[in-house]
């Protein structure tokens, strides 16, 4: 079986997110391409499904983490842009729908993007399911 570049895995977000994660202020933008020929910039769409992409920014919780970088962004295909339900900065969330896409990096090391379909507020312990 041969897998082709760009193949997008499904993972559960605690997997990715074992700890949660909050997003970070103000950092929910729409996605861009950009034609390398014209020097323009366009609004992103996914390759797969030809809906617009969104960018947001979020912090990693994960206590294992201290020292490092914690922010990362996950790429969010929606046909509007997403609105958090809270209003607070720092809102925790969690991500439906993800999936994993790794590469090779301009630096030879091994990376990989994160994509998801939306997000919510994470259900409060013992509710789930209610």
Do not use: H
């Amino acid at each position: 079986m041969a897998l082709k570049g760009g193949t997008r895995f499904s993972v559960r977000f605690e997997d990715v997110f074992p700890a949660g994660c909050v997003l970070v202020p103000d950092s929910i933008t729409e996605a861009q391409d950009y034609n390398a020929a014209t020097g323009a910039r366009t609004p992103a769409v996914d390759k797969l499904t030809g809906v617009r992409v969104w960018t947001v920014r979020v912090m990693d919780m994960d206590p294992d983490l201290a020292g490092r970088a914690r922010e990362i962004a996950v790429k969010i295909t929606a046909p509007v842009q997403p609105i958090p339900d809270s209003a607070a900065p720092f809102a925790p969330v969690e991500f439906e729908g993800m999936t994993v896409t790794p590469y090779v990096g301009q630096t030879g090391r091994l990376t990989y993007s994160l994509r998801a379909t939306g997000f919510r507020a994470p259900v409060p312990a013992g509710r789930a399911g209610k």
